[in-house]
């Protein structure tokens, strides 16, 4: 849960002097583009170089600490750190990441700065009627999957997705859903929830929050019925045994919660499945935007970031150059009839 609208924003740092100043809400994602480098680690490593020069990389998470946008940004930075040395890592929130979008774009023509993205912003562009899009950046690599776990609290008498079922055909406006961004994942899943029962979309009762931290504490006080959490977010939790996970957005289950049910296994035909990526401003050179490309990709391959998918229990989803430009353009497509179809948003 990436960031909801509303909250404050941390400001970031200082521009450089001389510096001018997306839902894979489907039943199946894209394909994972077979990506291959032609040029040696060497000459890939040199260009990336000659692209910074003496400065780092920064990359802005769009959200609060802690959430799926700066676990992605921070172990970017960890995995990058064999590849091109330091980077920097800030966090900018606010609003599903518009007001890191807002700032973001400022960087136009600098490819020392990178964000952090993915289908949450894509969602919140649109249900915040924001005045910046993605088309105003230059999309590098998508980077993850991340499904969706419906949880209730561990004392909650609700036990199983048949039991959600009945409850939301009975009164869907009682069954309070806690999730992260207006328009995000979280919140879509649950007018998909409200279609697949049989319900209105738009009656039903989601409260939106800043991040996973609140939501869960909303859960766990029983002041909503479910939340909906990234596995990445929720995963110790339930582990802990905090929550119950009641089913994945997956279409089968998923390796780290085996015991769970999908929600199609169930009997509802929902698969959501959120992505992550990363961009750079609009404005930067082919051979910027080549050099940046390689470098993530030899990020993606190292030894840290495999271990950082395992343990985050995030898909591999890598995706660059021309493949995922036109993957981020069909989502935005996609998103915006999507939220029209629940009730969330203009098509």
């Known amino acids: 849960m990436e960031q909801a609208p509303g909250t404050t924003q941390e400001q970031a740092p200082p521009a450089r002097p001389g510096r001018s100043g997306v839902i894979a809400l489907v039943a199946a994602v894209a394909a994972t583009a077979a990506i291959v480098l032609t040029a040696p680690a060497d000459a890939q490593g040199g260009a990336v170089a000659d692209v910074l020069g003496e400065e780092q990389l920064r990359i802005m998470a769009p959200a609060s600490p802690g959430g799926g946008w700066d676990q992605t940004s921070r172990e970017m930075q960890a995995a990058l750190r064999e590849v091109v040395g330091r980077t920097e890592v800030y966090n900018v929130s606010g609003a599903g990441g518009t007001i ?21 912003m894509v969602g919140a562009i649109t249900a915040n009627g924001s005045p910046h899009s993605l088309a105003e950046t230059t999309p590098l690599v998508r980077l993850t999957t991340d499904y969706q776990v419906v949880v209730v609290g561990a004392d909650s008498p609700l036990a199983d997705v048949p039991g ?51 939501a869960l504490t909303t859960v766990l006080s029983g002041r909503s019925t479910i939340g909906i ?49 990363v961009v750079a401003p609009a404005g930067i050179t082919d051979e910027e935007e080549r050099a940046l490309e390689d470098v993530l990709v030899r990020m993606a391959r190292t030894d840290a970031w495999r271990d950082a998918l395992a343990r985050r229990g995030w898909g591999d989803a890598l995706l660059a150059g021309p493949e995922f430009e036109e993957f981020v ?18 098509s």
Request: hydrophobic share 45%; proline share 4%; charged share 20%.
């Open 229 to 277: 959490f990234g596995l990445s977010e929720i995963l110790p939790q339930i582990e802990a045994g905090t929550v119950r996970a009641i089913a994945v957005s997956g279409a089968d289950r998923l390796p780290a919660l085996p015991d769970t049910p999908s929600l199609r296994e169930s009997g509802l035909d929902v698969v959501v499945e959120n992505w992550r990526g």
């Open 100 to 120: 890191g979008l807002s700032q973001f774009v400022r960087h136009e023509g600098d490819p020392a700065e990178l964000m952090t993205t993915g289908l949450i």
């Open 329 to 346: 353009r069909s989502e935005q497509d996609r998103v915006s009839r999507v939220l029209a179809q629940i009730g969330l948003g203009g």
């Open 164 to 214: 959600l079922v009945a409850a939301m055909q009975a009164d869907i406006a009682a069954v309070s859903i806690s999730g992260g961004s207006a328009g995000g994942a979280e919140q879509i899943m649950a007018g998909l929830l409200a279609q697949a029962v049989g319900a209105d979309p738009a009656k039903v009762s989601y409260v939106a929050h800043s991040g996973g931290g609140e």
